[in-house]
């Protein structure tokens, strides 16, 4: 049972949709691949989306076991997040999925990393994949 319900998934592709349906879900999960993160900084990293939008999909993530939020009793009160050993496990997923990424942009356009920049989606891991590639090809 993957959403908690008397509902099972009988395929693991409706599975998978369930838990990364939302714009920022696989964003949130890298970020947090890299540390366990407090979620105003987490918020400063992902200026575009809203405060409600973040917990939201960071609630969703939490209750598909992904990721694992930790509430310190502080005043004011920290709250931290971090991923599962199942959000981990996602992790290789994810790299291939950006070296898909970047196959696909590769393939569509004549660009270099300044569109994934103005678009910001400029993480250090993306930058590196991006380099990778054009030492590959020359």
Not at 66 to 82: A, G, I, N, T
Not at 85 to 104: A, C, L
Request: net charge positive.
């Amino acid at each position: 049972m993957i959403d908690g319900d008397a509902r099972e998934y009988i395929c693991p592709v409706s599975a998978t949709q369930s838990i990364l349906t939302g714009k920022w879900k696989l964003s949130i999960l890298w970020i947090l691949s890299k540390k366990t993160i407090r979620f105003s900084e987490l918020q400063r990293l992902m200026p575009d989306v809203s405060r409600g939008v973040l917990t939201q999909q960071l609630r969703e993530l939490e209750h598909y076991k992904m990721v694992h939020r930790e509430v310190y009793k502080e005043v004011p009160p920290k709250v931290e997040y971090s991923l599962t050993e199942i959000g981990r496990s996602f992790i290789p997923v994810m790299t291939s999925i950006m070296e898909w990424g970047v196959g696909y942009v590769k393939e569509l356009s004549n660009t270099d990393m300044s569109i994934c920049i103005t678009n910001r989606f400029n993480c250090q891991k993306c930058y590196d994949i991006m380099l990778s590639a054009d030492l590959k090809q020359n």
